[in-house]
């Protein structure tokens, strides 16, 4: 049994995984002590540390009056009067965040609210949409986010974004406080995390805010975006996409959906709007819109922003009728963060022909001109589709009863740096699921059950080369994988996306959620860690899966003992190793084939070079001792051994298939005995280094070279 155990700072205080983005105590999954490390490690990101969020942190001191009350004198009007608290208010002890170029060239000061303010402060007026605006900032995709969280605060009238900011009175909201101490709660490498930070924001010469505002001036979205940005190294920030920041900002589950790289058929395009359409109306999904490059020409007569986010308000279907003009039925309301720089083509604001009296009265509560002056616009889907390179959505975790979470590391050294050949050392998980029982409507039940990978962040880079991804296997049993040909249910795409591995250019870290609508288990294959089952509000059942008996040795063929393929006499000259079996066990024996740079050893070859193009196989034979020729003894394959003077037999006990480069592998129950595993090359005369791996489900295996 492994046993999941929390991190207690204190005895009171635990960390859970959670299970929703509420992240509530009552379904939390413990974590292992492994997974402990993995969340330890990638705790210091960007060079600084934050810590998991744990049960007391609600109760962070942020009146720090009382840090003052020791001091020998009390001042004029207290330790809570304006004069104190403007010398004494809370200073972050990470510093001042890295300003961006562009703040830079208007950069007066950093100031706090109620030195750049003209009133009190104000934590939240009024949580919408409207009104928020990007400033010098390149973070359009997080402040889209913060447009789509805030509608949907006003639309649903349920806390999704704002709930992360603390201190929050009884009631749960947020407030100012004026000693200047804030704690926002993020979604950061794979559990919530408090990202301390102070009320200092950057402002002009002008004491104008050089940070994401609103028109009356809120505090809510600047102290957001300094967290958020903290994390990520500061505001001289890269950029990123809706669902990444959307993750971190709700844990909401991110979805990209290509509608340029592959152009959605009509059929596709339905398939796509009506999800949207159902998402946005029930409060399941939020959505943002992305543009690629954009040319010269739409730039000028459409407007579109290169590279830009949108954030999705709305989305409508009109009656026929009432586009008789040929215009699109299904149109979005959306908005550019900037607060301008609206859509101008088919159904812009200045599309007299399109925005006939009829379609105002039906969208009655749209105000052109307020709209504009917001950055606000509608378009139809057909333009979407057409201008458009991705739709970023992001969807209500709380929608699965059943979900199950795991922290894990896959270290550098643990398999090739590039996978096109060989699957045998990439993480593997074998997913199970349960469809017995009937649906509402008296049919069988549908499963559906969703699989999202992230990537821990240690360090933003402009050019992120660690590439992720997900393939699902509906085949064998839900055992290991070793070859990649093999036929897939779903096949991903390399990305460097944090979020869903060809190129590893260190070790990583990750995070893999599984969310489904109906119980299933789920374990680690054998090799690796655990297995656990699943269902509303349990998980039972964690266990050990590991290996009992594994084998390495690490050698190369030389241009003498690469004896190439049975036709060849020196077929006998390559490696055999003598295996002992001291009990029945089910062995895997793996062959990992590694080029070798020149001046390189044969060891730092297998993690750093492609897989080598020598083609070879495994065979493997009865008996123990060394093999000196190939036979045929009948119809069956056997090789020779000469003893006393007379040829005995050893039969051909397993065998990895046809000759494949970069990798072989073989898997078979083995009775005690001695056996010779006999590693050959197709082309005699090529060298090449490779790894020999033996692993079982029993202890005492042995390995010799002959």
């Not at 993480?427 to 029982?437: A, E, F, K």
């Not at 240690?458 to 699902?472: F, G, L, P, S």
């Not at 009990?583 to 080598?612: C, E, N, R, T, W």
Request: some cysteine; hydrophobic content about 40%; proline content about 6%.
């Amino acid at each position: 049994m492994s046993d999941r155990i929390p991190l207690s700072p204190t005895p009171s205080a635990s960390v859970h995984s959670r299970h929703s983005a509420e992240g509530g105590e009552g379904d939390a999954q413990r974590l292992t002590v492994e997974e402990l490390r993995v969340l330890q490690h990638t705790s210091l990101v960007n060079g600084m540390l934050h810590l998991p969020w744990i049960g007391d942190d609600e109760r962070e001191p942020f009146d720090l009056s009382e840090h003052y009350t020791h001091a020998a004198a009390m001042p004029a009007g207290g330790w809570r009067s304006p004069a104190v608290i403007f010398v004494h208010g809370y200073s972050d002890p990470a510093g001042l965040l890295k300003l961006s170029s562009r703040q830079l060239e208007r950069y007066q000061q950093w100031l706090r609210p109620h030195q750049f303010l003209d009133r009190t402060p104000v934590m939240i007026k009024r949580v919408s949409s409207k009104k928020i605006s990007q400033e010098v900032v390149t973070n359009c995709s997080f402040v889209a986010s913060l447009c789509v969280c805030a509608d949907y605060e006003q639309r649903f009238k349920k806390r999704l974004i704002t709930r992360c900011i603390y201190p929050q009175d009884q009631r749960g909201r947020p407030y100012y406080n004026a000693w200047g101490k804030y704690m926002i709660k993020l979604l950061i490498n794979g559990i919530h995390r408090k990202i301390l930070i102070d009320d200092r924001v950057p402002v002009d010469r002008e004491n104008r805010p050089l940070a994401v505002t609103t028109a009356d001036q809120e505090l809510w979205p600047m102290l957001i975006e300094k967290a958020y940005l903290k994390v990520q190294g500061g505001y001289d920030f890269p950029g990123s996409n809706s669902g990444i920041d959307m993750h971190a900002l709700t844990g909401w589950i991110p979805e990209h959906v290509l509608l340029q790289e592959s152009p959605p058929s009509a059929a596709s395009s339905d398939i796509i709007w009506r999800r949207l359409y159902a998402g946005l109306h029930s409060g399941r999904a939020l959505g943002t819109l992305a543009t690629g490059q954009v040319d010269a020409i739409d730039q000028d007569w459409l407007w579109l922003v290169p590279n830009h986010a949108y954030a999705i308000l709305e989305a409508v279907e009109l009656p026929d009728d009432v586009r008789d003009d040929g215009g699109d039925t299904r149109m979005l309301r959306c908005k550019n963060p900037w607060r301008q720089h609206g859509w101008q083509g088919c159904d812009g604001p200045d599309d007299v022909h399109h925005w006939h009296p009829r379609l105002r009265r039906m969208l009655a509560a749209y105000n052109m001109a307020e709209a504009a002056a917001d950055g606000e616009f509608w378009i139809g889907w057909s333009a979407v589709c057409r201008y458009f390179d991705t739709l970023h959505l992001s969807w209500d975790p709380d929608q699965f009863p059943c979900r199950f979470t795991v922290h894990a590391a896959w270290p550098m050294a643990l398999g090739p740096a590039i996978d096109r050949h060989c699957f045998a050392w990439n993480p593997q998980y074998s997913l199970r699921i349960s469809t017995d029982g009937e649906s509402d409507d008296g049919g069988s039940s549908r499963a559906t059950v969703w699989l999202l990978l992230s990537r821990h962040m240690e360090a933003v880079e402009a050019d992120n080369r660690d590439y992720i991804t997900m393939h699902v296997y509906a085949t064998h049993g839900g055992e290991r994988i070793f070859y990649p040909v093999e036929p897939t249910a779903v096949k991903g795409v390399y990305v460097n996306n944090p979020h869903v591995l060809q190129e590893r250019t260190r070790s990583l870290y990750y995070t893999l959620n599984v969310y489904a609508n109906v119980p299933f288990s789920f374990r680690e294959t054998p090799g690796f860690a655990y297995a656990c089952e699943v269902g509303p509000g349990s998980i039972v059942a964690l266990f050990v899966h590991l290996m009992l008996s594994v084998l390495k040795t690490t050698d190369a063929w030389t241009v003498e003992t690469a004896g190439g393929n049975n036709t060849y006499d020196s077929w006998i000259d390559n490696p055999q190793y003598r295996l002992d079996v001291a009990m029945p066990a089910y062995v895997y024996i793996l062959l990992d084939l590694f080029d070798v740079a020149d001046g390189q050893s044969a060891v730092k070859a297998m993690h750093d070079q492609p897989p080598s193009m020598v083609a070879a196989k495994i065979d493997l034979f009865t008996g123990g001792d060394r093999i000196d020729r190939w036979a045929m003894a009948g119809k069956h394959m056997a090789a020779a051994v000469l003893m006393t003077g007379r040829s005995v037999y050893r039969y051909l006990a397993a065998h990895s298939g046809d000759y494949r480069m970069g990798f072989a592998y073989a898997a078979i129950s083995l009775d005690p005995g001695a056996y010779v595993v006999l590693l050959s090359t197709y082309d005699k005369g090529t060298p090449a280094p490779y790894k020999l791996t033996i692993a079982s489900d029993v202890p005492g295996l042995q390995l010799a070279r002959l």
